[in-house]
């Protein structure tokens, strides 16, 4: 049980950092339009999308563990076209279409846009970060004795699980 509790709650993180990321993105690209209002948007759909896609992203990463973070990263953005792109067919073929539809630029079939893959990879980047945060032990010392590790479930000070 307590592995699906963990399970879960990183399915929430993830979505709800991928929110994060998309109205920061819609936002700085309103902003550069001198959008007063700037205006930023995501849609409900994409809190389990991208939930789905964060934890898709660390199992890669647990399968690239010794290799660069450049090529986890190009790996990443694999999966991330995969997932808008499958996401996007599945939905449009659901509802009649997805809630996003690219007309400009280096699109396929209006579900993802290859000229995007700079701003990707950098999210693939920022999801390293946000991964290695969720998986470092909390110091004993910040929990209190006898508690245990909520990332990593041990009662084990940082310096004795990194040295095992």
């Not at 993180?13 to 930023?40: H, I, M, P, Q």
């Not at 659901?94 to 995007?116: F, K, S």
């Amino acid at each position: 049980m307590a592995a699906y509790k963990q399970l879960a709650r990183k399915f929430t993180l993830y979505g709800c950092a991928g929110w994060v990321l998309e109205v920061l993105f819609t936002g700085t690209k309103a902003a550069l339009s001198r959008d007063k209002k700037l205006a930023a948007r995501t849609y409900l759909w994409m809190h389990p999308i991208y939930g789905a896609a964060g934890l898709t992203l660390e199992e890669l990463h647990r399968r690239l563990a010794g290799r660069s973070r450049v090529t986890r990263a190009l790996a990443s953005l694999g999966v991330i076209y995969a997932t808008e792109y499958a996401s996007g067919a599945a939905l449009r073929r659901v509802l009649g279409e997805a809630p996003w539809r690219y007309r400009n630029g280096m699109h396929l079939h209006g579900l993802v846009r290859l000229d995007y893959a700079p701003y990707w990879l950098g999210a693939a980047l920022a999801f390293e970060w946000l991964r290695d945060g969720l998986h470092a032990p909390v110091p004993r010392a910040a929990r209190g004795p006898g508690v245990a590790c909520p990332t990593c479930g041990t009662e084990e000070p940082s310096s004795e699980r990194i040295a095992a």
